[in-house]
Every structure is written in structure tokens, then in C-alpha cells.
């Protein structure tokens, strides 16, 4: 087997690096945040020669969580863990004073006044700005906005809009006085039952590495940092901190680094949280060939690496590893690195790369600038874009007869379902967002001037306020700890109430919602990915009684991930999948339902008939490891969570999403792309700038609006490759845009440039991206089945687009990695 050793003693840089910021003075208050800069002089390697080896672990090793914790939640914590502070001690001290800097953030890094080293604020996302809403003896609130969950965000297929959303949510973390952001999130929706998947974006990376890309660059357009996240292939809860995933280097690369490696390329995010599962072996905060190898040197990325909270088991070989920053750190840490140093196990120049890293992103940080932040960020323009980002990832599943925009007439409204009243904005654990407020789906409809039919809303009302008071408390210590909301489980419904509504009401809409989150993978039951009888009857029941009336009933999925529809999607006449849209969820809802927006959301993950049809399922989350028991001593003593050791194997390889679907013919409910809109869009005019690819193709299409009603559309660029040497999925996208606001029978020619690596395919014997000679098929689709034109052109020779190193093979020898 081929072995690659690493060049894991990097030098501090040869030349000094002075940091010359020249703007000062001159009013903070109206100034922008570029010149609200202070005059400072920097030289990160004189102040590395001057610091001790224990201020060094102090800066690499973060401040710890010391989070305010209602008794009750405390009690839930193992005892061991449940540390407080020593504020006496000067560490302490310092350490009490950085965490009033803002409170609520998950992670804090250390200050040095006497260097310059100030303090870095690390803030959770990806839905908007983790931090808490009201602080002890402080006038005022702090709330953040819920933006739409990274999947909604997706669903728009619109990188400006990210861009947008990045901006408004950079805003927020500049004027809240964060300094980074643990956002984006962009692990791939590898299987429909991932707790975190509506944290991530899509099932397709080429679609997140460039909605990553839009949010990075819009968040840091702020000057205020990100950090991508997980890093690498965590694609389950279930015991995510010990799960080694096993998989090829070809999966490795095409799939699951792919949306990381656009981001680095086209971004440069601040800083990447590595993830908290093994990869082939060896933790990812501990593995030298991913996080220097790969990140670094082919990649280079030049910010610094965190661990995510208590990740991996060996802190030296973290460090080692280019793995910078431990969070959220312990006492006990920085000991364990001062030691490390003093016997030799750890070279303080290893170290000194370390913080070296640290200080080059604190330099660009707001608070190393002195920007003085107004905890006034513009909420209400957020909370517009937030509305329009919701509408426009909102996707129209079904619409019989054009049951949807609603007709004129329709004025009073039956809401069905307790998640109408009780709309979910985001889902739980670490990305979970507190916002001032959810407009429900009920108060969307209000504030669009709608009556809702207030004997139904009684009704529910009582059930919720009832169902609340005995809703048991989470069982699950991470929901406990970070929160989030539970959908409110279907009441029984009484056929009679459906028929009462059906005789005065114009039209019904029902909710369905479910949510997920950190710390839980979803289930393949009813309740959870299928829906429960319930629900079932309350859909049938509703649609048959209004539609004896000759009235329409209208489902509305205010879902986290996922869900089976196959068996129900043809009972009522529209189907709209909102996902969990952020703070405006109803007036976005309501905007679309009464027309006001046309929905131009498509899917970016499938929806499959049945939960067992996805390739991941009899893999997912995998097993425990044989001969190893449950009761496993705790390898990092940070965590609270268990970790047996497990062992997943991506067997599917790249066969994950459509790319398996299509290739291996497995009917689907609705396949990745698709999306109605309430007008129609014609496509013509394709044209390729060449047949003969040599390094770049430039297509070019018209799409016309064909319909009624104004409306965007986006649309999809797959291609078939030859498979003469590799095997190939029957379609891969390669491209997508989306159209403007486009009147009816208004025109938009959309251009696309196409280069070699767009369409290359990780050749593992090579250790090289390889775009193979032969005839490639280029099909133009309004999703990945509704193809609308297609051509050809041809590669006459092989094309080597990047040679890289051969590394993470699924059968490297650790032991050699860690020494
Ligand atoms: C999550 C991260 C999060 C961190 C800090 C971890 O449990 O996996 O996504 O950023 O906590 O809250």
C-alpha cells in the first residue's frame, strides 16, 4: 500500500507579519465597519517568541462551557462533568470577564492583553446567530433572526439570495460583537433520516459547496468569520462521536468533500470545525492526511482548524495533526499540553503553527480591530429577507386543477393540524436560533387579511395548552441542554367537526409537522417518516368532506428532513413542503398560497416511495463493533455521550441520492429538482460553444415564461459520461441557474461555463481527477427527470485535471499515521 509521511513540522513563516490597520479615530458611530478599525501593530511571530508554552495552551485549548443551567437540566448532567469555574485564580478571572463579552456563545478563546491577543467569540448557527436573548442585569433583548434552515436555502437554488441571507446573518454576528460564526453547515444529506440534515443543504455537492460558498462569502463580506462545518463525512447523530465510517477514497472525494472543497476554493472561510467521527480509522480532528494534507496542502485553506465540542480522544494528536483549537477546552487540557511539550511528545514548533493560525484569524476579527459593535443589527430588513428566502426555497409538490394560488374567493379558512397553530421556524439542539418570534400559520393568514374559523382554532388552541402542560421533558440531554421545539403529536380528529368546517369554510389547510435535531437520527415509523394514522385519517377525512362541499384542501409539510408521501400525496389537491422556514414561516407560507409569490423552490434531496428504497438504508446508522460492549469507558472524559465504538460502511459509494436512483431505476416520490410553479416555462435554443471539449464548454439557453402568472425558474445541467474506465452515475449535475422574475412570454437566455473539473470523476488507482475520452450528454432539465433538451460533444483524449495525494484509503495503517 502507498504511504505518503507528512510534512507535519511546519515552520513559523520566514517573514514577519505586520498588521498595519491605518484608519482610527474618527466616529465609531457612523462609521462602517472597515474604518471603525484602530491603529495596531501586530507582528504574530515576535509575540509567539514571547509567549509560554502554558499561554500557548492556554490559546489553543478554549475557555471551556460554562453555561447557566436550570437545576433541572443540571441534574441530567453526569456529576464529573458538571464543573464550575475557579474564579479566583487569574485564569478564572480572565476567563469570567471574556464570557460577559457575549453571552449565550458556545466557545470563547482566551485574551492576552499584554500581547494584544484578544478574545474570539464563537457563535452557533447555520439558521442565524446562536446567542441569548436577554442577559443578567442588562435592559433589552438580544433576539436574532431565525433565518430559513439551510435546506429551505438550498431549495431556492439561488446563490445571490444566499448571498444576501449571508450578509443580513454576518450583520448580525458583527453588531452582536461575535467574531465567528459555526456556519455554514455542509455535510451531505447522505441518508433521509439524519437528525442534522436540515443544518445541511443537499444530497448533491456540487449544489452545497456553492450554496456554501454564497454564505461564506456573504457572511464574511462583514468582516466577521465562519467556520465550516462538519468536517468530514458526519452523516448520522447515532453515536456520532465514535462512529468510523468506512468508505472508498473515490466516495470520499466526490461525495463528501466535494461541497468543502468548492467552499475552501471559492470562499476562504476564517476557520473549519473538524467533525466529530472517525473517517477510515482515525478521528478527523486527529487525521494529519485530511487536515493538512488534503485542506492545506491541496486546498489551501490558510485559516485555522477547531475540533468540534469534545471531539476526538488525543490532543496531541490533534495538534499534531493541524487540528489548531480544542473545544470548547478544559483545565485539564491545557495541562495535558504544557506536559506534552515538557517530555518531548509534542515540538513546541508544532505548537507554534497552532497559534500561529489562531492569531492570523484574530488579526481580520472585529473585536482584534476594536469595532465597536451597536447590539442594534437591522432586524426588521432581516426579517424581509428571511420572508423572501422562505418563499422562494418553498416547493410546490402538488397542485390538481390549480388548486393553488387561491381563488379570489377564498376568504374563510379552516386550518387543520396543531402545527398550524404552532408553525416549527427551525429545528433543534446547537442550531437552534432564539428569535423574538414565529408567525404561525394562523397569523400569516390574519395579517394577510384571511379569516380563520375561530371554533377551529378553539379547538386546537385548548389541545396544544393541554398537550403542552403534559408533554414529558426531553428525554434527550442535548435537546434539553440547547432546546428547540417538538412538534405538538396530531389530535384525534372528529369526522363531524371536518364536515361542520367543510359546510362554512372555503377552503381547509392542513399541517403536518415534524422536526428534528442534534443529538437523535430520525426513525423509519409512523409518527416520524411516515406519517401516523392520525395524521392519515385527519388528511382523508378533511379532503373528503371539503371536497363533498366542492372545496379544496390544500397540505402544508412544516418538516425538518424527509417524509414519505407516495401513499397520501394524491389524496388532497395541493402539497406545499414550506420545510421549517425561519421566523416570517407564515407570512412566507401565506405569500405563497395566496399567490403573492409564485413558488420557485425545487427539491435538493429526493424524496423516496419508501424509507428502505434510499441505497444508504440497510447501512444506516450501522452497527456497533463486534466483540466491543456498550459500556466503554469515555475516550475524551469531556463528552456525555456515549461512545460505543461503532463502524458505518458507505456501501452505496457514490451511488447516494439521484445519482443512485437513476442509475439503478428506483421509482421515486419526487426526485431530486423537481418543483411546480403556477405558470410553465418553455426551453429552447440550447447551445454548446463547441462539440469538442478541450478545457472549458459555454452553454447558453432560453427559457420563456409560457404561462399566466409571472414566476422564476431554475434550471438544471446534468450530464452522462462515458464509463469506459470508471463506472458513472446516468446523471450528474454539473450546473444550475435560476431565471429572473420573468413576466409572461418574457425571454432569459441563462449561460453556463462548464471546466474539466465539472466533469471529472475520482480515479482511485491514479490518484487523480480524470475526465474520461468519449461521448458526453449534456441534458438541460427543470429537475433531474424532467429533461427538456439535450446534446452531445465529444472528449478525444483523456484529460488528468489534478494529480493529489493518496491518501484516506480505507485500509491505511494508522499506527504509521500517528507517530
Ligand atoms: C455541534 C456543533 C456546534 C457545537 C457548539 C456541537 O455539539 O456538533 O455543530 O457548533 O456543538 O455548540
Known amino acids: 500500500m502507498e504511504k505518503k509521511l507528512f510534512n507535519i513540522k511546519p515552520k513559523l513563516r520566514p517573514y514577519k507579519i505586520f498588521i498595519f490597520v491605518l484608519l482610527s479615530g474618527i466616529a465609531f458611530s457612523c462609521s462602517t465597519p472597515e474604518e471603525q478599525n484602530e491603529k495596531k501593530e501586530f507582528d504574530i511571530s515576535s509575540v509567539i517568541e514571547k509567549m509560554s508554552v502554558e499561554e ?78 436577554v442577559r443578567e442585569g442588562k435592559e433589552g433583548t438580544f433576539y436574532a433572526t431565525a433565518f430559513p434552515i439551510a435546506t429551505v436555502l438550498a431549495s431556492t437554488w439561488d446563490t445571490d439570495l444566499i448571498e444576501n441571507v449571508g450578509q443580513a446573518m454576518g450583520e448580525e454576528v458583527l453588531e452582536y460583537g461575535a467574531d465567528i460564526i459555526l456556519a455554514p ?70 461525495m463528501y468533500l466535494k461541497g468543502f472543497e468548492i467552499a475552501v476554493k471559492e470562499s476562504q472561510p476564517w476557520t473549519v470545525m473538524s467533525s466529530y467521527n472517525k ?10 492526511e485530511l487536515l493538512i494534507t488534503i485542506l492545506r496542502d491541496e486546498w489551501g485553506f490558510d485559516g485555522y482548524v477547531m475540533t468540534d465540542w469534545g471531539g476526538g480522544s488525543d490532543i496531541v494528536a490533534q495538534l499534531k495533526a493541524g487540528n489548531d483549537m480544542i473545544q470548547p477546552g478544559s483545565p485539564e487540557q491545557i495541562q495535558a499540553v504544557v506536559e506534552a511539550v515538557e517530555n518531548g511528545e509534542l515540538e513546541e514548533n508544532i505548537l507554534d503553527t497552532n497559534v500561529e493560525r489562531i492569531l ?3 488579526v481580520k476579527t472585529p473585536r482584534f480591530r476594536g469595532y465597536e459593535n451597536s447590539n442594534k443589527p437591522d432586524l426588521e430588513a432581516h426579517a424581509a429577507i428571511t420572508r423572501q428566502a422562505a418563499t422562494d426555497g418553498m416547493i410546490l409538490l402538488e397542485n390538481k386543477d390549480n388548486a393553488l394560488p387561491f381563488e379570489s374567493s377564498v376568504k374563510n379558512i379552516a386550518a387543520f393540524g396543531a402545527n398550524s397553530y404552532d408553525f416549527i421556524s427551525g429545528g433543534t439542539g446547537s442550531g437552534d436560533v432564539n428569535e423574538a418570534y414565529t408567525i404561525s400559520l394562523i397569523e400569516g393568514l390574519q395579517k394577510a387579511d384571511y379569516e380563520i374559523d375561530e371554533e377551529l382554532k378553539d379547538i386546537y388552541d385548548n389541545y396544544i395548552k393541554k398537550t403542552r402542560a403534559n408533554q414529558p421533558p426531553p428525554e434527550n440531554l442535548l435537546t434539553a441542554l440547547l432546546g428547540g421545539k417538538q412538534p405538538i403529536p396530531e389530535m384525534e380528529l372528529d369526522e363531524s367537526i371536518a364536515k361542520e368546517m367543510a359546510s362554512k369554510s372555503d377552503i381547509a389547510l392542513i399541517t403536518v409537522g415534524r422536526n428534528a435535531g442534534e443529538g437523535d ?6 409518527g416520524d417518516f411516515y406519517l401516523n394514522d392520525k395524521e392519515k385519517s385527519m388528511i382523508e377525512m378533511v379532503t373528503k368532506a371539503f371536497h363533498a362541499e366542492g372545496k379544496k384542501a390544500v397540505v402544508i409539510l412544516n418538516i425538518a428532513g424527509v417524509i414519505e408521501t407516495a401513499s397520501w400525496k394524491n389524496i388532497p389537491d395541493a402539497v406545499l413542503c414550506s420545510w421549517l422556514p425561519g421566523q416570517e414561516a407564515g407570512n412566507s407560507v401565506v405569500d405563497v398560497l395566496s399567490g403573492k409569490v409564485n413558488p420557485s423552490g425545487k427539491l435538493a434531496i429526493t424524496f423516496p416511495t419508501t424509507y428502505e428504497d434510499a441505497s444508504t438504508a440497510k447501512n444506516f446508522p450501522g452497527s456497533s463493533v463486534k466483540g466491543e460492549t456498550d459500556d466503554k469507558e469515555d475516550e475524551s472524559g469531556f463528552s456525555f455521550m456515549k461512545r460505543v465504538p461503532w463502524e458505518v460502511i458507505y456501501e452505496e459509494d457514490i451511488y447516494v441520492g439521484y445519482r443512485y436512483y437513476q442509475t439503478f431505476d428506483v421509482p421515486v416520490s419526487y426526485e431530486f429538482g423537481y418543483g411546480k410553479s403556477y405558470t410553465s416555462f418553455e426551453y429552447s435554443n440550447l447551445t454548446l460553444n463547441t462539440d469538442s471539449f478541450i478545457d472549458q464548454l459555454e452553454i447558453t439557453v432560453d427559457i420563456k415564461n409560457a404561462g399566466q402568472l409571472a414566476g422564476k425558474e431554475v434550471v438544471q445541467i446534468y450530464v452522462k459520461a462515458p464509463s469506459d474506465q470508471l463506472e458513472k452515475p446516468e446523471s450528474q449535475l454539473i450546473a444550475f441557474g435560476k431565471t429572473s422574475l420573468l413576466k409572461p412570454n418574457a425571454s432569459e437566455k441563462l449561460s453556463f461555463t462548464i471546466a474539466a473539473k465539472d466533469l471529472a470523476s475520482f480515479d482511485e488507482t491514479n490518484s487523480r481527477w480524470l475526465v474520461e475520452s468519449g461521448e458526453y450528454t449534456i441534458r438541460i432539465g427543470a429537475s433531474s427527470q424532467d429533461i427538456k433538451l439535450t446534446d452531445k460533444f465529444f472528449v478525444k483524449e483523456d484529460i488528468t485535471v489534478e494529480n493529489v495525494n493518496k491518501v484516506m484509503t480505507p485500509n491505511r495503517d494508522i499506527e504509521l499515521l500517528r507517530q
Not at 101 to 124: H, M
Not at 226 to 251: D, G, P, W, Y
Open 279 to 288: 473517517v477510515n480509522g482515525l478521528y478527523t480532528s486527529e487525521d494529519p
Open 521 to 526: 437520527d430520525r426513525k423509519a415509523e409512523a
Open 185 to 254: 453547515g455542509l455535510n451531505l444529506q447522505r441518508d433521509p433520516l439524519n437528525g442534522r440534515n436540515f443544518e445541511y443543504y443537499s444530497e448533491d455537492p456540487l449544489v452545497t459547496g456553492k450554496m456554501a460558498s454564497a454564505m461564506i462569502n456573504g457572511i464574511q463580506s462583514n468582516g466577521v468569520g465562519t467556520s465550516i462545518k462538519h468536517f468530514a463525512v458526519n452523516n448520522q447523530e447515532t453515536n456520532r462521536l465514535s462512529v468510523n465510517t468506512i468508505l472508498s477514497e473515490r466516495a470520499l472525494r466526490e
Open 56 to 133: 500557548k495552551a492556554r490559546l489553543v485549548v478554549g475557555t471551556g462551557m460554562y453555561l447557566p443551567l436550570p437545576d433541572s437540566i443540571k441534574a441530567m448532567i453526569p456529576e464529573g462533568l458538571r464543573k464550575e469555574l475557579d474564579t479566583t485564580t487569574a485564569y478564572g478571572k480572565m476567563v469570567t470577564k471574556i464570557r460577559q463579552y457575549l453571552p449565550g456563545t458556545a466557545g470563547v478563546t482566551a485574551e492576552f492583553p499584554k500581547y494584544g491577543i484578544t478574545s474570539q467569540t464563537l457563535a452557533d448557527g447555520p439558521a442565524g446567530l446562536r446567542i441569548s436573548p
Open 360 to 362: 492570523s484569524v484574530m
